[in-house]
Nanobody
Framework: QVQLVESGGGLVQAGGSLRLSCAASGRTFNTNTMGWFRQAQEEREFVATINWSRGSTSYADSVKGRFTISRDNAKNTVYLQMNNLKPEDTAVYYC???????????????????WGQGTQVTVSS
């Protein structure tokens, strides 16, 4: 099992910044990919993903150029730096982990086997 704990959410004005953290513990050697997803209404949508060893990243078009995903392998922690936040970024943000092969699958919610509890991000206009 892998446990994921998110932190760093909160309330921020439009144009502001937040940094989310996701600390992984347990059998993390069973995973090679970390991702961030968000859910505002019914669907949980892809935000960003990073490969633990290669460090390769991928972003949703809606956040490209504003959000940055990074990792600290020594701390088993993944970060999501969110700049120039917009009201439409308001959502519960979830961290996810999985053993995933392929850039396409890394963007697919069902490919991830482990999820955190989520952290609320609210952007006021």
């Amino acid at each position: 099992q892998v446990q994921l704990v998110e932190s760093g959410g909160g309330l921020v004005q439009a144009g502001g910044s937040l940094r989310l953290s996701c600390a992984a513990s347990g059998r993390t050697f069973n995973t090679n990919t970390m991702g961030w997803f968000r859910q505002a209404q019914e669907e949980r949508e892809f935000v960003a993903t990073i490969n633990w060893s290669r460090g390769s990243t991928s972003y949703a078009d809606s956040v490209k150029g504003r959000f940055t995903i990074s990792r600290d392998n020594a701390k088993n922690t993944v970060y999501l730096q969110m700049n120039n936040l917009k009201p439409e970024d308001t959502a519960v943000y979830y961290c996810a982990a999985g053993q995933i092969y392929g850039d396409y699958l890394a963007r697919v919610r069902a490919a991830y086997g482990y999820w955190g509890q989520g952290t609320q991000v609210t952007v006021s206009s």
